[in-house]
């Protein structure tokens, strides 16, 4: 990822923190489990704090991406516990596609190729962190 795409990503991001996390967390879950029916057997029955977990672990991320040392270790635990959750590497690409779709839906007009390039060059970087992390010997 570049400064560029790093400042991006940390200046839309503050224009979607003040919104909701049950809005947020809704609007994304809903799209994935649109198109992915069978992933809702992986979550709780009531979605209230996965909605907060997820507003929280992205403001996590964004807040330290510039100094990813600092938030490696906790983006291992997640992808540990998303196993346990029953994740597969596959999993990754799908949520993906419904976390880009709900940004450009949150970020309107704000939404561009260059947000959309620099979202996507972050997740596929935490995807990856992820997925190696799951594929470690313990």
Not at 30 to 52: A, E, V
Not at 60 to 84: G, K, N, Y
Not at 117 to 122: G, N
């Amino acid at each position: 990822m570049t400064n560029e795409q790093i400042t991006q990503i940390k200046n839309s991001w503050k224009l979607l923190r003040n919104v909701d996390a049950d809005l947020i967390g809704d609007v994304f879950y809903s799209k994935l489990f649109l198109h992915n029916p069978n992933l809702r057997i992986l979550f709780p029955d009531s979605m209230n704090d996965q909605y907060k977990k997820l507003v929280m672990m992205l403001s996590f991320i964004i807040a330290r991406i510039d100094r990813p040392q600092e938030m490696v270790e906790e983006v291992r635990s997640l992808a540990v516990r998303h196993v346990q959750y029953g994740v597969k590497p596959e999993h990754y690409s799908i949520v993906g596609e419904a976390l880009l779709w709900t940004l450009e839906k949150g970020l309107g007009k704000d939404w561009n190729k260059e947000l959309k390039d620099a979202w996507l060059a972050c997740y596929n970087l935490l995807s990856a962190t992820m997925i190696a992390a799951t594929q470690q010997p313990a």
